[in-house]
Each structure stands twice: as structure tokens, then as C-alpha cells.
């Protein structure tokens, strides 16, 4: 078998991500335990293969234990809409940076969760049986280490660390939320600006998000899923793709982003406005003061997309 050179780019990361469903080769589709090898075709073309069509790599850089992804991907012509005071808009456009707020900054105490603490108890002996298994099937292991005791010991010791990693994960784990939404919702307007009157939504797309970021293939957007913590449990390593059932009305697509060495309540990641920004809509509450204000902002930046006024601010007839 070909080795690994592991000189993995930036531009192989997206091809991956881009890809990973299928071989580029024979089409055949992944599925959870395949290998998929990544690397480079004679001529320097990139390429992700299954195992029949793998020796065809002239450069296998990396190869994977292919796995599903932990969330849904929304689709890249989905609207995406992001409601904020002026403030907050302002240090957008005028940053060129999106803030994403630490998960354990949230209000929501749920945010990395794996489920409610009366139920902790099952999750550990789920877990504990699991390791245990591990511990005593592991390749090479000696077997005067394989004593009750010994595995016991070492099978604890992980489910501790499961946990320490998954506090900690709270403090170097970034979010950044929108709204999916064919259309403005009411109901955001007034929960995610301080001051509905003076209010912006930007609306975008699945597709415009991701190329704003240049493809960063550091970055994760994906769909929440809803589930009741009562009844289930969040997977071990996606539990920030899930939140409770009491927030299905946010409809939520989160970009996700880990930075292990960062500390506080949040971080700025660089993004292109005019790649982001598709349209951007006054709140229906705002006076027409405002909506001049919005727009002498939007020039002196020189952002491209349309300002309007809400949609729900058109008069009915009777």
C-alpha cells in the first residue's frame, strides 16, 4: 500500500469537502467504514478514491475512515437571514469580519449538552461497556493487562476524559447563527434585535456563506437538529449540531468553527461582504430616518447589495 505523505493544502481540504460522497473516479458512493484515499492523479489533478480505484493515485496524501457528517447539510440556494441591531451590522461591514460567540457564551446552558444530568447515569454505563470492549480488544495490547481490574481502571479513565473534553470544548468551540427561512419571520425580528425599530436582516445563501469565508475548510455550516433531551442523547462528538426541542422555532443553520488556543466570548473570522451579503431589509418598525441611515452606511463601505424596506411593511387593501 502506498504511503501517506500527509501534505495536505488547503485546496485538497476543499476538494475533500466538496467531494466526499462519492469516488471521482467510478462514482461508487462512501458509506460509514469505507476508506476513502486522498491525494493526486499523474498530472497533479486531485482526487478522492475507494479502494478498487485507489492505486490509481500517483500521491496518496491522506487517507480517511470515511464517516458520515454529525449534521445536515442545507442546500447551497437555501436563504439564510441574520437579524441584528445597527451596531452590530456596523462592526460587520465595517470589519469585514463575522463575530462567532463561544459556545459557552450562549444563554442557552444546553449548547454542547449531551443530554439532562438525571439520565447522566445511563450515558456512562453506556459508554463504560463501550470502552471497556475497546480497552480489552486493542491491537497489540499485553495480555497481563487484560485483568478486570486493569480494564475497569483504564475504561473509567476515559469516560473522564470524555467529559473534561467536552466542558472544555464549550470554551474553544465558535458559532455563528442564522435563520432558514424562505421568508422574513416577525418572530426574529423582535427576539435578535435589542431594539426592533432600529433593526437589519442581511439575507443570504447556504452558497454565498461558504464562499464568503473562501471555502475555509475549517469552517462547518450545517442544520440543528431538535431533538427532546428527556427521550435522547446527543452524539458524542456532534452534540453542538442538536439543541432542545423548545428552540425548533429558530430553524437554525449554524457555521461552526474550532480554535483550540483561543479564550474569551468570541472570535472575528474574515469574511467578503459582497460575497455574504445577497440583500438587506430594514425592520418593518423603523422610521424612514433610519432607513436613510442605513443607506449613507452602506455607501461609505461600499457594500454592493440592495437596502429595502421589510417586506411586511407593504399596506394591505381592504
Known amino acids: 500500500m502506498q504511503k501517506m505523505t500527509l501534505k495536505h493544502t488547503k485546496e485538497l481540504d476543499i476538494f475533500f469537502n466538496e467531494h466526499r460522497r462519492n469516488c471521482t473516479n467510478c462514482g461508487k458512493t462512501f458509506v460509514e467504514g469505507d476508506t476513502a484515499h486522498l491525494g493526486y492523479m499523474k498530472g497533479r489533478d486531485a482526487a478522492l478514491l475507494c479502494d478498487d480505484c485507489a492505486p490509481m493515485l500517483e500521491e496518496t496524501v491522506v487517507r480517511y475512515y470515511w464517516q458520515e457528517l454529525e449534521y445536515e ?17 456596523v462592526s460587520l461591514i465595517s ?4 463575530f462567532f460567540c463561544a459556545a459557552s457564551s450562549f444563554e ?8 439532562v444530568e438525571k439520565n447522566k447515569e445511563k450515558w456512562d454505563a453506556f459508554y ?10 486493542a491491537p497489540g495490547r499485553n495480555p497481563c493487562d487484560n485483568t478486570h481490574e486493569k480494564i475497569i481502571e483504564e475504561a473509567n479513565c476515559l469516560l473522564n476524559q470524555i467529559e473534561k473534553v467536552g466542558q472544555k470544548s464549550r470554551e474553544y468551540t465558535y458559532i455563528s447563527c442564522w435563520h432558514l427561512n424562505s421568508y422574513e419571520s416577525e418572530a426574529m425580528w423582535k427576539l435578535y434585535s435589542k431594539d426592533a425599530a432600529n433593526a437589519i436582516a442581511i439575507q443570504t445563501t447556504t452558497k454565498r456563506l461558504y464562499e464568503a469565508f473562501d471555502k475555509d475548510p475549517t469552517i462547518s455550516i450545517g442544520k440543528i437538529k431538535y431533538i427532546d433531551f428527556d427521550k435522547n442523547f446527543a452524539p458524542i462528538n456532534g452534540a453542538f449540531w442538536y439543541k432542545r426541542k423548545s428552540f425548533e422555532y429558530e430553524n437554525e443553520v449554524r457555521a461552526v468553527i474550532s480554535k483550540i488556543h483561543s479564550s474569551g466570548k468570541g472570535v472575528f473570522i474574515p469574511i467578503s461582504i459582497d460575497k455574504l451579503i445577497e440583500k438587506i431589509y430594514i425592520s418593518p418598525y423603523a422610521s424612514e430616518w433610519f432607513v436613510d441611515v442605513v443607506k449613507s452606511l452602506v455607501e461609505k463601505y461600499c457594500v454592493k447589495a440592495d437596502v429595502t424596506y421589510s417586506m411586511m411593511k407593504a399596506r394591505p387593501f381592504y
Do not use: C
Not at 447539510?73 to 451590522?89: S, T, V
Not at 446552558?109 to 443530554?115: L, R, T, V, Y
Open 73 to 89: 447539510e442545507p442546500l447551497p440556494d437555501d436563504k439564510l437571514w441574520r437579524y441584528m441591531d445597527l451596531a452590530k451590522f
Open 95 to 98: 470589519r469585514n469580519e463575522l
Open 108 to 115: 442557552d446552558i444546553f449548547e454542547g449538552a449531551k443530554g
Open 128 to 137: 463504560l461497556d463501550f470502552f471497556k470492549h475497546a480497552v480489552s480488544t
